[in-house]
C-alpha cells in the first residue's frame, strides 16, 4: 500500500527566504504524487501534481518539487516566501487499492510567514 | 466555469438527528469522492461514485454513512443518527473521465459540529 510521510507538521519561515516542506513517501512501483495547500476554512487547491513524467515539476504560485525515487522523496520548495503562502500544505499519493483512485493524505504541514 | 460546490458550508446537529450533505461536481465531471478530515489530521478517503453507481466505498464506515450521486442532481453523503464523533469538515472532489491519473478538483467543504 502506498502512504506518504510528511517530516515537519510546522515550518516557519521569514517573508523573501525560501521555503522546504518535506515529503517521503512509501509505494511498491512508481506513485502520483501531489501537493494540496489549504488556505483556513477553504477547500485544497492543486499546487502541482508528479505522474511519472519530469522527475521536476514546477506548480502555481512559484511553487515546484522534485520526485527522487532514490531518496523515496517528494520535497516541495519555493525560493521566496509571500505572506499569501501561509497555509496548510498536505502531501498525496495516489493508492493503487481499490479502484486506484483513493488519494492518501499526509498529516499535513503549517506553513507560517513571519514578516 | 464553476467549481465543486459543496453545501450547506456549516451544518449544526444534535446526537441523533441526520445530516445530509450536498455536492455538485464541476461541470462536465462524472467521477464524485467523499473525503473526512478530522481535527488536526489530513484528509481520509470514504467513497468514489459515478453517476447511479458506487465504485469503491472502501472508506466507508460501515454503518450510518450511506452516499448517493443520481442521474440528475447532486452527490449525497447521509450520516444518519449523528455522534459527536462524526464531527470533521467533510470535502467532495470531482474528476473529469475514466483515467485513474485524473486530477481530483476539491470543494470547499462542509463543516459538521454534532452538539
Known amino acids: 500500500a502506498q502512504s506518504v510521510t510528511q517530516l515537519d507538521s510546522h515550518v516557519s519561515v521569514s517573508e523573501g527566504t525560501p521555503v522546504l516542506l518535506r515529503c517521503n513517501y512509501s509505494?511498491?512501483?512508481?506513485?502520483?504524487l501531489f501537493w494540496y495547500v489549504q488556505h483556513p476554512n477553504k477547500g485544497l487547491q492543486l499546487l502541482l501534481k508528479?505522474?511519472?513524467?519530469?522527475?521536476l515539476v514546477k506548480g502555481i504560485n512559484g511553487f515546484e518539487a522534485e520526485f527522487k525515487k532514490s531518496e523515496t522523496s517528494f520535497h516541495l520548495t519555493k525560493p521566496s516566501a509571500h505572506m499569501s503562502d501561509a497555509a496548510e500544505y498536505f502531501c498525496?499519493?495516489?493508492?493503487?487499492?481499490?479502484?486506484?483512485?483513493?488519494?492518501?493524505f499526509g498529516s499535513g504541514t503549517q506553513l507560517t510567514v513571519l514578516p | 466555469n464553476a467549481g465543486v460546490m459543496q453545501n450547506p458550508r456549516h451544518l449544526v446537529r444534535r446526537r441523533g438527528q441526520e445530516a445530509r450533505l450536498r455536492c455538485s461536481p464541476m461541470?462536465?465531471?462524472?467521477?464524485v469522492y467523499w473525503y473526512r478530515q478530522l481535527p488536526e489530521e489530513g484528509l481520509k478517503f470514504m467513497v468514489y461514485?459515478?453517476?447511479?453507481?458506487?465504485?469503491?466505498e472502501s472508506g466507508m464506515p460501515k454503518e450510518r454513512f450511506s452516499a448517493e450521486f443520481p442521474k440528475e442532481g447532486p452527490s449525497i453523503l447521509r450520516i444518519q443518527q449523528v455522534v459527536r464523533g462524526d464531527s470533521a469538515a467533510y470535502f467532495c472532489?470531482?474528476?473529469?473521465?475514466?483515467?485513474?491519473?485524473?486530477?481530483?478538483?476539491f470543494g470547499p467543504g462542509t463543516r459538521l459540529l454534532v452538539l
Open positions: 472532489a470531482s474528476s473529469l473521465n475514466r483515467e485513474p491519473q485524473e486530477t481530483q478538483y
Open positions: 498525496v499519493v495516489r493508492t493503487s487499492s481499490g479502484s486506484a483512485r483513493q488519494l492518501t
Open positions: 509505494s511498491s512501483y512508481s506513485p502520483s
Open positions: 508528479y505522474t511519472s513524467a519530469a522527475t
Open positions: 461541470k462536465g465531471h462524472s467521477h
Open positions: 461514485l459515478q453517476k447511479e453507481n458506487i465504485i469503491d
